[in-house]
C-alpha cells in the first residue's frame, strides 16, 4: 500500500501495526526519509501541517448580529419613540446605552473565537527530520505523512508519529490525555481498542518530550491529527445561550409584544372617545415609554459587573459578563482531578518495611509532617530499618526541592521530590548524608528496566548500591530483606504483593527499595551488579492528595443539590480512592467508569452511566464532550473544568467553562468562559456562592424596578379609559424610569450574600425569569403604586388645581412608597429592624445601599424644588407639609411589603 492509499487507513489502527508495516504503508525509508520529489507530491496532496479555524463573518456583521435581541429591540423603541417627540438627548441616552451593550458582547465574542487560533499555535514549532539520507531541521508546517522525525528531550513533537525507535522517551501528553506524568514510551503493537492515554508507541503533535531520545514516521499532520480532530470538535460544538440570556431574550419579546398590544389598544380606545390623533399619539407614546423598563439593562450589567469583581477577589476571573449568573445556577460541576481538586504535589504517605506499617502526615513538598506508627510519633533512630528505607529514596535520586515563589517547589520528578520530603519528615538531610555517604556512580532510571541505582562509600570505606524502581522489577532481584530488628531474613513475595496490592487500592503509586553492599575495589556500576542478591528494603506508596478547602467545597456543593463529577485521564483506580478521600460516595459507593467502557455503551446505557457516576477515568476528548452533551440534554447546567487541549470541546460546549489560569494551556483559556488563578476547586464553590447571589439581587432589581412600570403604564392606560387627564407625563416617567430607578436600584448590585444561600438546591433551569409568585409580587406592588400615584395626583389636583403641582406630589409619593419598598428587600432594611430589636449588627456591609437612598433623596429633592428642573419636566416645587403628605400616603407600602415577602422570600 502506497501514501496515495494512506487516507484508506483509520487513525487509531497506527498503533495496532509493527513499525515496519507502518513504514511500508507510508511508503518510506526508516535511514534515509523521503525524498524532495516525493515530499512536493505529497505536500501538494495533504497540505501543510498546520490547523486552520473556519472563515467566520465579517466583524460588521458579527458587531450588527449584537443588536439581533429582544431586550435591545425594547431600548431601540424607546429611543426611536423619544426621537420621534423631539426629546434627542433623551433618545441619544438610551441608544447610547444600545451600543454600549452591542460593543461588550462584539469584543467578547472575539475573544471567543481566538480559542482555534490558540490552538493551532500550540502545535507551531521546528522539527529535525531525516530527508534524503540527511538530518535538517525545518518548520513543523512542512512536515507530510511518511517523514522520518527525530525526537530529543525539550523537544515539541510536531506531528502524530508512530514510534520505531525509543530509548528511555518519555513524553508530556498532559494537555491532551490529562495523565499528570511523563509517560514512557516503547515501539511494541498495541491492541486495536486501545485508549489514547494508553498508546505508549505513539507521540501526539503538541506534546513535550521531557527525557530521551526517540525517532518516529508521521502518520498524520493537521486537521488529521489528534489536536486537528480537537479542533473540529471545538467548530462543531453548539453555542448554547446561557439561562440568564435565554430568559431575558423571552421575558423581553414577552414584554416588547405586551406593550406595543396595549399601546395599540390604548390609541385606539382614546380614538373611540373622539378624542384626537395628536393627543391620543402623545397617550400611546407615554404609555410605551412608562411600560419599557429602560433603567433594566443597565442594572443588569452593573449587577454582573459587580459580581466579577466579587469572583475576583476569589480567585476567579470572568470572561463573559451572563457567565456570572450562570455559574450560580450550576447542577452539575465535572471538575478535573490534577491540580484543581489534589495539590498536584505528590505525598508519601505509606510506608512498609522490617514488617510493619507506617503512615506520614503532612501534604505536599512543604517538609512538614510525622512518621507514624500505630498512630504515634516515632524516633526514626530507634527504627533502623525505616530509616535504610528512607536513606535509600533520599540518596537513589536525581531531584531537589527549591523555595520559590513563597512555596516549596520540585526541580525533577515529582515521585522524587515525595522521596526527599518524607525523608526530611524522618529527620535525614540529603547535605548531610551525601557528605556522609558521596555517590560514585549511578544506572539512570530506563523504562526497559524499570529501576535506578547508586553507588555509594560511606567513611569506613563500606561501598554500598541504594535501588529503587517498580517492586516487579526490585522483588525478583531480592533474595532476602531485613526484619523488625534489622537482621537479614527470607524474602516472601507473596506477603509483599498483598501489601503492594492494598497500597494500589488506596490510589497510590508504589515503588520498592533494596540495596547491596560490594566490595571497597568496585566504583562502577553495571546492569550485572545488581541482578541478584539485592537485600529488600521496603515500599513506599504515594499520591497525589485532596486539597483540604477541596473536599469541603465538595461537601458544600453537594450540601447545596450540586452533584460534582471527576472527569480524569488518570488511572480508575486512582481517581476512585481520590473521590473516596473526597466524599463523593453516592449510597455508600463511588460508582466510577473507564473511557473503554463508555465506548461500548449504547445511548441509553450511556446516558444511566452518566447520570449515576462520580468518575469518570481515561476517558478521551470526545467523550468528555459527550458527557457534557449528555448531562445538558438531561437539563442540567453544566460547569466544566479543565486545563488541557482535550479540555477546549467541552469547555465551550458546557454552560460555563472553567479553565484553570496556573496549569491551564491558552487554548483552555480562550475556550473558556471563566478562569481560576489558583486551579482550586474551593474557588469554583465560592464563585458558585457569588453566582447564587448575583442572581437573588438580578430578582430583586426587577422586583423593584417593574411594580414602578407596572403603575405607570396602569396609571395611564385607566386614565385613557376614563377620559382623565394623564397624572404623569413621558418626559417624567423618563426620569423615574432612567434617573430614579438606577439610582435606588444600583445599590441592590452590592447586597451581601445571604447566610442560606448555599443551602438551597439549585433553581430550576426550566424556571422563568417572572416566578408566579413574583409575577404576583410584581403586581400587588403595581397596583398599590397606581393608587398612589392616581390617589395623590386626583387628591392634590381637587385641592389645589393646580396639575403641574398635582403631579409633582404624585410622583414624590410615589418615590416615597419606593424608598419604603426598597428597604424591605435590602439588607438595609433588615439591618434597621435587627438594631430595633436590640440584634447587634453592623450596617457595613448595606452601606452601599444608605449612599444610593440618600443619592436618590437628594435627585428628588433637585427634581421638584431647583427652578431648571421645574422648567424641564413640568414639576413644581413642595412646601414641608407637602413633602410630609408624599411621606406619609408611601407609609402602607411597609405592611403591603412584608405580606409579600412573607410569600416570595427574595434572600
Known sequence: MTATDKNTIQPQQWHNLPASKVAQNLDTNLEAGLTPNEVTKRRERFGANELKAKPGKSQLVRFLLQFNQPLLYILIIAGAIKALIGQWVNAGVIWGVTLINAIIGFIQESKAESAIAALASSVETNATILRNGQKIQVPSQELVPGDIVLLASGDKVPADLRLVQSRNLQVNESALTGESVAVEKNTQPLDQDAVLAERINMAYAGSFVTFGTGKGIVVAIGEATETGRISQLMEQGTSLKTPLTRKFDKFSRTLLYIILGIATLTFAVGLGYGNSWSEMF???????????????????????????????????????????????????????????????????????????????????????????????????????????????????????????????????????????????????????????????????????????????????????????????????????????????????????????????????????????????????????????????????????????????????????????????????????????????????????????????????????????????????????????????????????????????????????????????????????????????????????????????????????????????????????????????????????????????????????????????????????????????????ISIFNWILIFGVFEWMRQTTDDITLARTMAIQALVAGRLFYLLSISQLGMAIINRLRGIRQTFSDASVMGIGIACAIVLQIIFSQWGLMNRLFSTAPLNLQQWLICLLVGLPMIPLAILVNRFDPLD
Request: proline share 5%; net charge negative.
Open 282 to 780: 402623545e397617550a400611546a407614546i407615554a404609555f410605551a415609554v412608562s411600560a419599557i423598563p429602560e433603567g433594566l439593562p443597565a442594572v443588569v450589567t452593573v449587577t454582573l459587573a459587580i459580581g466579577v469583581s466579587r469572583m475576583a477577589r476569589r480567585h476567579a476571573i470572568v470572561r463573559k459578563l451572563p457567565a456570572v449568573e450562570t455559574l450560580g445556577g450550576a447542577t452539575v460541576i465535572c471538575s478535573d482531578k490534577t491540580g484543581t481538586l489534589t495539590e498536584n504535589q505528590m505525598t508519601v504517605q505509606a510506608i512498609y518495611t522490617g514488617g510493619e506499617e507506617y503512615t506520614v502526615t503532612g501534604t505536599g513538598y512543604i517538609p512538614e509532617g510525622e512518621i507514624l506508627f500505630q498512630e504515634q510519633p516515632i524516633d526514626w533512630r530507634n527504627y533502623p530499618v525505616l530509616a535504610e528505607c528512607l536513606k535509600a529514596g533520599l540518596l537513589c535520586n536525581d531531584s531537589h526541592l527549591e523555595y520559590k515563589e513563597e512555596q516549596w517547589q520540585v526541580v525533577g520528578d515529582p515521585t522524587e521530590g515525595a522521596l526527599i520530603v518524607v525523608a526530611n519528615k524522618g529527620e535525614l538531610e540529603r547535605r548531610t548524608l551525601e557528605q556522609e555517604m558521596p555517590r560514585l556512580d549511578t544506572i539512570p532510571f530506563e523504562s526497559e528496566f524499570q529501576y535506578m541505582a547508586t553507588l555509594h562509600e560511606d567513611a569506613s570505606g563500606v561501598r554500598t548500591i541504594y535501588v529503587k524502581g517498580s517492586v516487579e522489577a526490585i522483588l525478583k532481584r531480592c533474595q532476602q530483606t531485613l526484619d523488625t530488628q534489622g537482621n537479614l531474613a527470607s524474602v516472601d513475595p507473596e506477603n509483599i504483593h498483598q501489601k503492594v496490592d492494598a497500597m494500589a487500592h488506596q490510589g497510590l503509586r508504589v515503588l520498592a527499595f533494596a540495596k547491596k553492599s560490594v566490595s571497597a575495589a568496585q566504583d562502577e556500576l553495571d546492569h550485572a551488579d545488581i541482578e541478584t542478591d539485592l537485600v529488600f528494603l521496603g515500599l513506599q506508596g504515594m499520591i497525589d492528595p485532596p486539597r483540604a478547602e477541596a473536599i469541603a467545597a465538595v461537601a458544600a456543593c453537594q450540601n447545596a443539590g450540586i452533584q460534582v463529577k471527576m472527569i480524569t485521564g488518570d488511572h480508575v483506580v486512582t481517581a476512585q480512592a481520590i473521590a473516596e478521600r473526597m466524599g463523593f460516595n453516592q449510597n455508600g459507593q463511588v460508582l466510577a467508569f473507564t473511557g473503554s467502557q463508555l465506548a461500548q455503551m449504547d445511548k441509553s446505557e450511556l446516558a444511566t452511566a452518566i447520570e449515576d457516576g462520580a468518575v469518570f477515568a481515561r476517558v478521551a476528548p470526545e467523550q468528555k464532550l459527550r458527557i457534557v452533551e449528555a448531562l445538558q440534554s438531561k437539563g442540567e447546567i453544566v460547569a466544566m473544568t479543565g486545563d488541557g487541549v482535550n479540555d477546549a470541546p467541552a469547555l465551550k460546549q458546557a454552560e460555563i467553562g472553567i479553565a484553570m489560569g496556573g496549569a491551564g494551556t491558552e487554548v483552555a483559556k480562550e475556550a473558556a468562559d471563566m478562569i481560576l488563578t489558583d486551579d482550586n476547586f474551593a474557588s469554583i464553590e465560592a464563585a458558585i456562592e457569588e453566582g447564587r447571589t448575583v442572581y437573588r439581587n438580578l430578582l430583586k432589581a426587577i422586583a423593584f424596578i417593574l411594580p414602578v412600570n407596572g403603575g405607570e403604564s396602569m396609571t395611564i392606560l385607566i386614565s385613557v379609559l376614563l377620559a382623565r387627564a394623564l397624572p404623569i407625563l413621558s418626559l417624567q416617567v423618563l426620569w423615574l424610569n432612567m434617573v430614579n430607578s438606577i439610582a435606588m436600584t444600583v445599590p441592590l448590585a452590592f447586597e451581601p450574600k445571604s447566610p442560606r444561600v448555599m443551602q438551597q438546591p439549585p433553581r430550576s433551569p426550566r424556571e422563568p425569569l417572572l416566578s408566579r409568585s413574583l409575577i404576583k409580587r410584581i403586581l400587588a
